[in-house]
T-cell receptor, first 110, second 117 residues
Framework: RKEVEQDPGPFNVPEGATVAFNCTYS??????FFWYRQDCRKEPKLLMS???SGNEDGRFTAQLNRASQYISLLIRDSKLSDSATYLC???????????FGKGTKLSVKP | GAVVSQHPSRVICKSGTSVKIECRSL??????MFWYRQFPKQSLMLMAT?????????EQGVEKDKFLINHASLTLSTLTVTSAHPEDSSFYIC?????????????FGAGTRLSVL
C-alpha cells in the first residue's frame, strides 16, 4: 500500500463549481499534513497546512480525520486559475521528510 | 517568504557525462535540504536528505555513488548525477527548511529538467 494515496482524477469542472479532493495515508504516526499545488512543469507550492480541527483559507477548506487517516481539500467557487495538480503531502519522521501523493489534476473550464 | 534558488533549470547532456545541480537558500540558513526526483505524471520521490556538514541520508533504492550530494554550507547543497544515462532523465527538485523557524515548512527550488541523450 502506498504511503499517501489520492483520488486519481482528473477532475474537469466548470467555473464556480465546488470540488473536493480526498487523500488517505498509511502511517498512523504521521503528524503533519499539507496540500501543495503544482502547475505543469513547475515546482510544488504550499497551498495550506492541514490541522486536526480543520482550517479554511478563503475558498479553500482542509479537513483531517486522524481516526480514518483521511485528509480532504474543498475548493469553493473554483476559478480558471485553480487549474493545477493538487498534491496531498504527509510529513514523515523527525527529519522533515515529506511524502507526496501522486496528485490529482484539476481543470476548471469557462 | 523564503526563497530557494536552483540552477540550472534545464540541462541536456550526453550519456556518460556528470551533471551538477545547485540549490541555494537566498535569505535563510538551510540546516536541512532535500532532493526529489519526479518522472512524468508521477509523484515527487524523495531521493535524499542532507544536513549541513554531515553525510546525506539516502532513501532506499537511491544509489549514493550515482547521486552525490554535498551540503558544505548552510546556504548551498549540490547534487551531482555521475555518469548520467537516459534513464536518469527526470525533473530534479530541491527544497530547504530552516529548523530555526518552522520545522515542517519546506521551500522548493524551481527544479532542474535533465535530459540525457
Amino acid at each position: 500500500r502506498k504511503e499517501v494515496e489520492q483520488d486519481p482524477g482528473p477532475f474537469n469542472v466548470p467555473e464556480g463549481a465546488t470540488v473536493a479532493f480526498n487523500c488517505t495515508y498509511s502511517n498512523s504516526a504521521s503528524q503533519s499534513f499539507f496540500w501543495y499545488r503544482q502547475d505543469c512543469r513547475k515546482e510544488p507550492k504550499l497551498l495550506m497546512s492541514v490541522y486536526s480541527s480543520g482550517n479554511e483559507d478563503g475558498r479553500f477548506t482542509a479537513q483531517l480525520n486522524r481516526a480514518s487517516q483521511y485528509i480532504s481539500l474543498l475548493i469553493r467557487d473554483s476559478k480558471l486559475s485553480d487549474s493545477a495538480t493538487y498534491l496531498c503531502v504527509v510529513l514523515r519522521g523527525s527529519q522533515g521528510n515529506l511524502i507526496f501523493g501522486k496528485g490529482t489534476k484539476l481543470s476548471v473550464k469557462p | 517568504g523564503a526563497v530557494v534558488s536552483q540552477h540550472p533549470s534545464r540541462v541536456i547532456c550526453k550519456s556518460g557525462t556528470s551533471v551538477k545541480i545547485e540549490c541555494r537558500s537566498l535569505d535563510f540558513q538551510a540546516t536541512t535540504m532535500f532532493w526529489y526526483r519526479q518522472f512524468p505524471k508521477q509523484s515527487l520521490m524523495l531521493m535524499a536528505t542532507s544536513n549541513e556538514g554531515s553525510k546525506a541520508t539516502y532513501e532506499q533504492g537511491v544509489e549514493k555513488d550515482k547521486f552525490l550530494i554535498n551540503h558544505a554550507s548552510l546556504t548551498l547543497s549540490t547534487l551531482t548525477v555521475t555518469s548520467a544515462h537516459p534513464e536518469d532523465s527526470s525533473f530534479y527538485i530541491c527544497s530547504a527548511s530552516d529548523r530555526g523557524l518552522l520545522l515542517d515548512i519546506q521551500y522548493f527550488g524551481a527544479g532542474t529538467r535533465l535530459s540525457v541523450l
